[in-house]
Structures are given as structure tokens and as C-alpha cells.
């Protein structure tokens, strides 16, 4: 499956952006779909996960409360709805999917596939 990561921006601290991972080449109906972030210099870090079939999801602490993932019901695009943006979020987001043998999964080695990534810059 391809992935197509889009939707960062320049954003004020408090303000909100939307990003979209869309599918191609297949749907998401059988995989896990995460995003991740690395900002400069960095290490990549999860961010929050959606299983597709169970519709369950989970989120890194740092963004619990703030931000929101959610999926299609056609089954080819998740969202990163982030609200309350902080200047910490600063990073290039990456959407990534598993055929989610374990629940939850916050390790990007066991992601199998990857978008392009989008940079979010928040601003203070």
C-alpha cells in the first residue's frame, strides 16, 4: 500500500491543523494506521494509532486530549485532527500502517509501510 501524507502548515501556538493520510493500491481494512513525528535532530516518536477494524485508538501522553485520529468510512483515508497546538509539536508528521499483529503499537520499526511525511511548524 502507498501512503499520502498531507495537510501540515504554519499555525499560531493554540491554533489547529488537519492532516489526511490517504490509501492507494489497497484500502486500510486490515491494518493499523499510525502517525508519527521526528522533529530536527531528532528521533522519530509516535504519535497515536487507529486499528481499522476495531476502530480502537491510542495515543502517545503528549498529545492525549489534543489531538484526535479518525478514519473513512471508505476505507482509504485516517486523520490527524491536532487542536491546541503547541510550538513542541514542531515536526515532519509521518503516517505509517501495519497489518496490526499487536495492539497498541507505538514502535516505528514495526510499521511496514510509510508516507512522504508533512511538515507542521507551530509558531509561539
Known amino acids: 500500500v502507498q501512503l499520502q501524507a498531507s495537510g501540515g502548515g504554519l499555525v499560531q501556538a493554540g491554533g489547529s491543523l488537519r492532516l489526511s493520510c490517504v490509501a492507494s493500491g489497497r484500502t486500510f481494512s486490515n491494518y493499523a494506521v499510525g502517525w508519527f513525528r521526528q522533529a530536527p535532530g531528532k528521533e522519530r516518536k509516535f504519535v497515536t494509532t487507529?486499528?481499522?477494524?476495531?476502530?480502537?485508538?491510542y495515543y502517545a501522553d503528549s498529545v492525549k486530549g489534543r489531538f484526535t485520529i479518525s478514519r473513512d468510512n471508505a476505507k482509504t483515508t485516517v486523520f490527524l485532527q491536532m487542536d491546541n497546538l503547541r510550538p513542541e509539536d514542531t515536526a515532519v508528521y509521518y503516517c505509517a500502517a501495519n497489518r496490526g499483529v499487536s495492539w497498541p503499537n507505538p514502535y516505528p520499526r514495526e510499521y511496514d509501510f510509510w508516507g512522504q511525511g508533512t511538515l507542521v511548524t507551530v509558531s509561539s
Open positions: 487507529i486499528d481499522w477494524r476495531r476502530g480502537n485508538t
